[in-house]
């Protein structure tokens, strides 16, 4: 059923709705900063994948930067029928120079092999670095059957799981700044509740159109 008002009647319910909207803004922020808290796991196992490339380590995903964000895409062998939602994940991915600069990568990982991956993504569209995995990574850091998100900071050669997410969790994402509030660096700017000893800038002033970042961690990952 349709409510049609005033001018003045809508500007005044549309000022009510923003406080919440506002308010939603401010508690998604709180959540962030407690999530910048949680306590971390140090990833004890050697894992191997498969890339276009060659073999790589969980350390060579991090492509020398300090954080990660793994998508574990349920693409499997031979899979008849992707997973529509994944699909959806992956439609929704950003330029990863945004998130490049801010010391983050990001890569999707499946249990299909680097040949069909590559021949999915080509369909697709897609370009960001995906990998094949055949050992216990994906059981080892809670996905089974279905799909997951996890991060990674990488310290002084060590690596440590910092967060875990699946099932609608995964469904706001798609800017760079919802995935940097996944990390335990955040977005680094100075108006964010962080961990003492968090480098921050300004808002704004890192933020450039993708093509025009001066930094070497924006390079594209191998």
Same mark, same amino acid.
């Given at each position: 059923m349709r409510n049609i008002v005033s001018r003045e009647n809508w500007l005044r319910a549309q000022e009510a709705l923003r406080a919440k909207e506002k308010e939603l803004t401010h508690a998604h922020d709180r959540l962030a900063a407690e999530r910048r808290r949680l306590p971390w796991e140090k990833v004890e196992k050697a894992y191997a994948f498969d890339k276009l490339s060659g073999k790589a380590s969980l350390d060579d995903l991090f492509d020398r930067r300090r954080q990660l964000i793994v998508y574990h895409h349920m693409l499997k062998p031979t899979d008849p029928d992707p997973c529509s939602g994944c699909g959806m994940v992956g439609d929704q991915i950003p330029h990863l120079a945004h998130l490049h600069v801010r010391d983050t990568s990001l890569v999707f990982v499946s249990r299909?092999? %680097?040949?069909?991956?590559?021949?999915?993504?080509? +369909?697709?569209?897609? !370009?960001?670095?995906?990998?094949? @995995?055949?050992? $216990?990574?994906?059981?080892?850091?809670?996905?089974?059957?279905?799909?997951?998100?996890?991060?990674?900071?990488?310290?002084?050669?060590? %690596?440590?799981?910092?967060?875990?997410?699946?099932? +609608?969790?995964?469904? !706001?994402?798609?800017?760079?700044? @919802?995935?940097? $509030?996944?990390?335990?660096?955040?977005?680094?700017?100075?108006?964010?509740?962080?961990?003492?000893?968090?480098?921050?800038?300004?808002?704004?002033?890192?933020?450039?159109?993708?093509?025009?970042?001066?930094?070497?961690?924006?390079?594209?990952?191998?």
């Open positions: 299909a092999p %680097i040949a069909e991956i590559e021949a999915f993504k080509r +369909r697709m569209g897609w !370009t960001m670095p995906w990998v094949s @995995t055949a050992d $216990d990574f994906n059981a080892d850091f809670g996905v089974t059957t279905g799909f997951g998100l996890n991060v990674f900071y990488r310290d002084d050669g060590d %690596i440590y799981r910092t967060y875990f997410t699946t099932g +609608r969790g995964v469904e !706001t994402l798609g800017t760079p700044w @919802t995935f940097l $509030d996944l990390t335990p660096l955040g977005r680094q700017e100075s108006w964010e509740d962080a961990p003492e000893g968090t480098e921050q800038s300004e808002p704004y002033q890192w933020w450039r159109l993708h093509d025009e970042y001066d930094d070497s961690r924006t390079r594209e990952s191998a």
